[in-house]
Protein backbone atom coordinates (compact mmCIF):
# COMPACT_ATOMS: atom_id res chain seq x y z
CA UNK A 1 0.00 0.00 0.00
CA UNK A 2 2.50 2.24 0.76
CA UNK A 3 4.48 2.31 -2.84
CA UNK A 4 0.84 2.88 -4.36
CA UNK A 5 0.23 5.70 -1.60
CA UNK A 6 3.74 7.44 -2.07
CA UNK A 7 2.92 7.45 -5.53
CA UNK A 8 -0.28 9.67 -5.31
CA UNK A 9 1.49 12.00 -2.49
CA UNK A 10 3.46 13.99 -5.29
CA UNK A 11 -0.20 14.86 -7.19
CA UNK A 12 -1.84 16.04 -3.46
CA UNK A 13 -0.76 19.62 -3.45
CA UNK A 14 -4.48 21.74 -4.15
CA UNK A 15 -6.10 18.36 -4.78
CA UNK A 16 -9.58 17.93 -3.51
CA UNK A 17 -10.76 14.67 -1.88
CA UNK A 18 -12.39 13.87 -4.60
CA UNK A 19 -8.85 14.04 -6.82
CA UNK A 20 -7.36 12.16 -4.38
CA UNK A 21 -9.99 9.40 -3.93
CA UNK A 22 -10.03 9.54 -7.64
CA UNK A 23 -6.12 8.57 -8.01
CA UNK A 24 -7.08 5.52 -5.12
CA UNK A 25 -9.75 4.23 -7.35
CA UNK A 26 -7.82 4.27 -11.29
CA UNK A 27 -10.40 3.01 -14.11
CA UNK A 28 -12.21 1.55 -11.21
CA UNK A 29 -14.95 4.50 -10.42
CA UNK A 30 -18.06 2.18 -11.99
CA UNK A 31 -17.28 -0.87 -10.10
CA UNK A 32 -15.73 0.63 -7.07
CA UNK A 33 -17.21 -0.41 -3.49
CA UNK A 34 -18.40 2.39 -1.12
CA UNK A 35 -16.63 1.28 2.04
CA UNK A 36 -13.54 -0.08 0.93
CA UNK A 37 -12.68 2.92 -1.03
CA UNK A 38 -13.45 5.44 1.66
CA UNK A 39 -11.58 3.05 4.25
CA UNK A 40 -8.64 3.17 1.54
CA UNK A 41 -9.07 7.49 1.77
CA UNK A 42 -8.61 7.31 5.35
CA UNK A 43 -5.91 4.87 5.14
CA UNK A 44 -4.18 7.19 2.51
CA UNK A 45 -4.86 10.25 5.05
CA UNK A 46 -3.00 8.68 7.71
CA UNK A 47 -0.53 7.55 5.58
CA UNK A 48 -0.10 11.18 4.11
CA UNK A 49 -0.28 12.23 7.75
CA UNK A 50 2.51 10.13 9.34
CA UNK A 51 4.67 11.62 6.13
CA UNK A 52 4.02 14.89 7.24
CA UNK A 53 2.32 15.83 3.96
CA UNK A 54 -1.21 16.12 5.22
CA UNK A 55 -2.42 17.95 8.17
CA UNK A 56 -5.38 18.39 9.74
CA UNK A 57 -6.89 22.22 9.30
CA UNK A 58 -9.31 24.28 10.69
CA UNK A 59 -10.87 26.78 8.18
CA UNK A 60 -12.91 28.66 10.93
CA UNK A 61 -9.83 29.98 12.85
CA UNK A 62 -7.63 29.65 9.25
CA UNK A 63 -4.66 27.49 11.33
CA UNK A 64 -3.01 24.08 11.26
CA UNK A 65 -4.08 21.42 13.94
CA UNK A 66 -1.10 19.58 15.83
CA UNK A 67 -3.06 17.43 18.14
CA UNK A 68 -0.40 14.82 18.77
CA UNK A 69 -3.05 12.22 17.96
CA UNK A 70 -2.13 9.29 15.92
CA UNK A 71 -2.32 9.93 12.19
CA UNK A 72 -5.45 7.62 11.82
CA UNK A 73 -7.16 8.91 14.34
CA UNK A 74 -6.62 12.73 12.74
CA UNK A 75 -7.60 11.16 9.60
CA UNK A 76 -10.60 9.33 10.88
CA UNK A 77 -11.82 12.81 12.57
CA UNK A 78 -11.01 14.64 9.00
CA UNK A 79 -13.69 12.22 7.48
CA UNK A 80 -16.14 11.81 10.42
CA UNK A 81 -19.12 13.21 9.11
CA UNK A 82 -18.52 11.07 5.79
CA UNK A 83 -21.48 8.44 6.51
CA UNK A 84 -23.74 11.16 7.99
CA UNK A 85 -23.36 13.80 5.07
CA UNK A 86 -23.47 10.75 2.49
CA UNK A 87 -26.56 8.66 4.08
CA UNK A 88 -28.24 7.67 0.66
CA UNK A 89 -24.75 6.71 -1.01
CA UNK A 90 -25.13 3.47 -3.18
CA UNK A 91 -22.73 0.45 -1.97
CA UNK A 92 -21.39 0.29 -5.59
CA UNK A 93 -19.99 3.01 -7.54
CA UNK A 94 -20.00 5.83 -5.31
CA UNK A 95 -19.17 8.53 -7.70
CA UNK A 96 -22.84 8.07 -8.87
CA UNK A 97 -24.29 9.96 -6.17
CA UNK A 98 -24.11 13.70 -6.65
CA UNK A 99 -24.28 14.37 -2.82
CA UNK A 100 -20.94 12.03 -2.68
CA UNK A 101 -19.31 14.14 -5.43
CA UNK A 102 -20.04 17.17 -3.82
CA UNK A 103 -18.83 16.11 -0.42
CA UNK A 104 -15.40 14.90 -1.98
CA UNK A 105 -15.25 18.40 -4.02
CA UNK A 106 -16.00 20.29 -0.71
CA UNK A 107 -14.56 18.60 1.89
CA UNK A 108 -12.77 20.71 4.26
CA UNK A 109 -10.59 19.25 7.29
CA UNK A 110 -7.30 19.08 5.92
CA UNK A 111 -4.45 20.77 4.15
CA UNK A 112 -1.05 19.90 2.76
CA UNK A 113 2.12 21.08 4.56
CA UNK A 114 4.18 21.88 0.59
CA UNK A 115 7.95 20.99 1.17
CA UNK A 116 7.71 22.00 4.92
CA UNK A 117 7.35 25.91 4.19
CA UNK A 118 3.89 26.26 3.25
CA UNK A 119 0.37 25.19 3.53
CA UNK A 120 -1.77 24.44 0.66
CA UNK A 121 -5.85 24.20 1.33
CA UNK A 122 -7.97 22.41 -1.24
CA UNK A 123 -8.78 24.33 -4.44
CA UNK A 124 -12.33 24.38 -3.97
Do not use: H
Not at 37 to 65: R, W
Not at 70 to 98: M, Q
Not at 109 to 121: E, F, M, P
Request: aromatic share 14%.
Amino acid sequence: MSEKFSSILKYVAGSVAYNIWQDLNPGTEDNVNTNSSIKELIEFFAFAISQNIIVEYDFKKNIPIFSGDLPIVVANRIFRDFYEKNSNVPEKSPSNSDDFVAYMICKQGWAVLYQGTRLILPEI
